[in-house]
C-alpha cells in the first residue's frame, strides 16, 4: 500500500446517512415557526421584534459561552436559536424587555446545560423559562396588548379571551351559550372581517361559527405574540409533518384528547350540560397550537417510541383540560406540557418496542 | 406469483440508486497477470494455506483448507505459480494471509463433464458444496455446506431465496436473475434436494419488475415447483429474518436460526454458483461484482476472477469521473470502507463503490436529541439509542438484557440518525466487550 493511496474516508457502516440532521431539524422547526413571528409584527407593531431578537440573543450567548465552558461547541445546531424563538412566542407583546432575557437565561443555564446541555434537559427550556418569569412577574406576564386590526376602544390593556371568559364565568348565572356566547353578551369586540366571514359561513355554508372563532383562527386577538394565530402555526405543523420532522402521534393525540375532554366536560359550567363543550373555541384559543405542534414535539423532552408518543399526548390533552377549565389560571399548555415531560422517562421504561422474534417481553425495568 | 408483502416493523428507504447499473449487462473481466487470494473469504475461522512459496498450481485446485466447523476451502481460479503468501488488510479490517499468484497463459479452468444433479445424493451434494468452497454471496459469505447440512431433530419445509437485493446501488443479484435465471431456479431446486425441503419461494423487491416477469416465464416454461414473492421496497427486506417474515409470514425466534421454523434462505448469487458447482464440479472462483458510485466514470456489472485487485475493476469502467471520497467493499448499509484499491475481490464482494463527497458526506455527531427516529427504523424492534448509551458507559450487561445480540448491524438506526451518532460501532463494541467479558 502507497502512500498516495492512503486518501479515502474510512467510516464504520452504514456508509451513507439520510440528510436529516440535528441542525437541519432545528432549523427547520425555525423556519416553520417564521410564518407566526412575521404575522406578530404585523398584528401587535414592531415592538415584538426587539422581545424576539433579545430572547433568542441571550439564549444563543448564553449557549456559546456555556458550551465554551464545557470544551464544545453547539450553537451551529440551531437549538438555542429555537428555544430562544420559543420564549419570544410565549411572552406578551408588550413585556417589558427585560423578562425574555430572564426568561432565556433560565431555559438555556439552569433548564438546558446545568444537565449537559442539548439532550440532557428533562423538561422543555423555553417552557421552563416562560413558567419561570410567569410566576415571577405575573402582573407583566399577563398584560397583554389589543392587536392592530381591533376596532374596539381599549387598544392597550385588552384580556386574552381565555382570561376573559375565565373571570366573567365565576359571575355568571343562568345558561349561557359556551364562551363564543359569553364573550358576546359583554361586549366583546370582533373584527369586521370576522363577522363577514362569519355569516358567509352560515349563509352559504350553513355552518354556525360565531365571529369569535374567525378571530381566533386568524390570530386577531390579543395574546402571547407568536401563539395567536392557530392557522398560520397548523401551517407550520403541517410543513413540519411533510418533511417528516414531526409525526403525527404526539400533536394528534393530544389534540384529539383534549378535544374529546373538552367536548364532553367543556359546557357544564355554561350549564348546557355534558356534550356541549366549545371545541373549536378552546382549540384555537391561548397556546394550544403552539404547545401541541411545537412544544409538546420537542424530541427531547417526548417519549421515543410511537406508543409512547400517543400516551404522551393524551395525558397531556387530559392536564391540559383539566388545567384550563378547573384551574385558577385562564391557561393550562405549558403546565400539563412540563409535567408530562417529567413522566417521560417512566413512560419510555415501561412503553417499550415488541422485539423481533420475541414472543412474551418481560418488563425491561 | 403470490401479493405483494414485506415485513411490519421498523426498516428505511434510502435511495437505491440501481438506475446506475441496473441495464448493464454482466461483462467478462479477464484474468489479470496476479491475483491475491486471501486465505478468509468467509465468516467464522481462516482457511489453513495448503500451497508455500514457488509451488505450480492448476486452475480450481484447492490451496487452502478448511480449518474448523465454521469455514470453507479456498481455490485458485488459475493456473500459475504462488509467487508469495503475504498479510494483507481485508475492508473489514481483518488482517489475513493471502497468495499471490503468477498466472500464466494457459491459465482458465476448463469444464468439460456435465452432470445430472437430480441424480445425485442429498449427502454427496453436501459434500461436494463444501469440496467446492461454496459460501453465502450476498455478503455474509457464511459457509454453505454449513447452512445446507440439517442439524437432527430439524426438519426444513420452505427454501426462500433471496432475490431482494435491498442493498442501494447494487444490481449483481438482478443481472443474475436476468442473465442466468434458469440457473439460479435450478440452483434453488438442488438447495431443496439438499436440505429436503418441499416448497421453494424466490423472494423479490418489486423495483426488479423485469427479474420477476423473466423468472416467472422461465417457471411456467419448465414447470418448475418454485413459487415468486413479490416483495414491497424496504431495506433490510434481504436480511434472512426480515424475508421469512415477509414470505412465509414467520418470525425467527430471537436467538434461533431459520432452521427452527422450518426455513433455509439463500442468495441468488449463491444458488446460482451451487448450480454451476454441482453440474459442472467448478469450485467457486468467479462471481458478479456491481462497480458503481458517482466517482465511476462509466458503472457497470462485471463476472471477475476472485483475487482480481479491485483497481482492475475501476480502470475497466473508465476510471474514476472525480476523486472519491470513500471506496466501498459490498454495498453502503453494511459495506466496508476502505482505502487500498489493490484489495482482492474476494467471494463475498457484491459491489464495489466510489462515492463522491455528495453521496457520503462528512458529518458532525452531535448529541443525542431522544428523537426515536432509530427506535422506529429498527427491524429487531430494539432501542439503539438506549443501548448505545448503556454501551458507551460499560453497562454491557443491560444492553444484553436490552437484546444485544438481536443487533445485526443492518445499519437502519444510524442511516436515520440526526445526530450522526455511530451508533452500528456502538453496537460492535457492545457486543466485543459482552464477548470478553464472558471468557
Known sequence: MSEENIMYRIESSPQIRHADSTARIMWSVVLALLPAGIWSVVNFGPYVLAVIAVS??????????????????TIQDGSAVLTGLLIAYNMPPGVGLFIPIIASAFAIAVVKWSFGGLGANWINPALAGRVFVFFSWTGAMTTWKAPRFWSAVDTTSGATVLSTVKTSLLDAEGIISGPAGLLGDLGYQSTAFARQAASWFSDTLNIGVSPIHIDLFIGTVPGSLGEVSALLLILGGIYLAAKHIITWHTPISYI???????????????????????????????????????????????????????IFGIFTGFLTFLFRIYGSLPEGVSLAIIIMNIFVPMIDRYIQPRRFGVVKQRSQA | MRNISTFS???????????????????????PKHIIIPFSQHLGVPANPIVKKGDIVAAG????????????????????????????????????????????????????????????DPHQIVAEVKDLGIVGMGGATFPANVKFSVPKGKKAEYVVINGVECEPYLTSDHRIMLEKGLEVLEGALIIAKMVGAPKVYIGIENNKKDAMEHLESLITAHHLPIEIQPLRLKYPQGDEKQLLKAVIGK?????????????????????????????????????????????????????????????????????????????????????????????????????????????SRKEVTTACISCGRCVAACPMGLQPTRLYKNISVGNYTESLGLGLLDCKECGCCAYVCPAKLPLVQGMRLGKNMSRKMKK
Open chain 1, 56 to 73: 433568542v440573543i441571550t439564549a444563543v450567548v448564553l449557549e456559546y459561552l456555556l458550551a465554551r465552558l464545557m470544551g464544545r461547541s
Open chain 1, 256 to 310: 384529539l384528547s383534549f378535544s374529546l375532554l373538552i367536548w364532553i366536560f367543556g359546557g357544564v359550567q355554561y350549564g348546557t350540560g355534558l356534550f356541549s363543550g366549545d371545541v373549536l373555541f378552546h382549540l384555537f384559543s391561548g397556546g394550544m397550537m403552539l404547545g401541541a405542534l411545537f412544544m409538546a414535539t420537542d424530541m427531547v423532552t417526548s417519549p421515543t417510541t410511537y406508543a409512547g408518543m400517543i
Open chain 2, 9 to 31: 416493523k421498523g426498516g428505511v428507504h434510502p435511495a437505491d440508486r440501481k438506475e446506475l447499473t441496473c441495464t448493464k449487462e454482466i461483462v467478462r473481466l479477464p484474468t
Open chain 2, 61 to 120: 485446485d484447492k490451496i487452502g483448507e478448511a480449518a474448523g466447523f465454521i469455514s470453507a476451502d479456498i481455490h485458485t481460479p488459475a493456473a500459475g505459480t504462488v509467487s508469495e503468501i503475504k498479510e494483507i488488510f481485508l475492508p473489514n479490517g481483518m488482517y489475513t494471509k493471502a497468495a499471490v499468484i503468477a498466472v500464466d497463459e494457459t491459465g482458465s479452468l476448463e469444464l468439460t463433464e456435465k452432470r445430472d444433479w437430480k441424480t445425485m
Open chain 2, 251 to 359: 418470525e425467527v425466534p430471537s436467538g434461533a436460526l431459520p432452521i427452527d421454523i422450518g426455513a433455509v434462505v439463500s442468495n441468488v448469487g449463491t444458488a446460482q454458483a451451487l448450480y454451476q458447482a454441482i453440474v459442472y464440479r467448478k469450485p467457486l472462483i468467479e462471481r458478479v461484482v456491481t462497480v458503481t458510485g458517482d466517482a465511476i466514470r462509466d458503472p457497470g456489472n462485471f463476472l471477475v476472477t476472485i483475487g482480481t485487485p479491485i483497481q482492475d475493476l475501476i480502470d475497466a469502467c473508465g476510471g474514476f469521473r472525480e476523486q472519491p471520497e470513500k471506496m466501498v467493499a459490498g454495498g453502503p448499509m453494511m459495506g466496508f470502507a476502505f482505502y487500498d484499491l489493490q484489495t482482492p475481490v474476494m467471494k463475498g464482494t457484491s459491489g464495489v463503490l466510489a462515492l463522491t463527497s455528495k453521496e
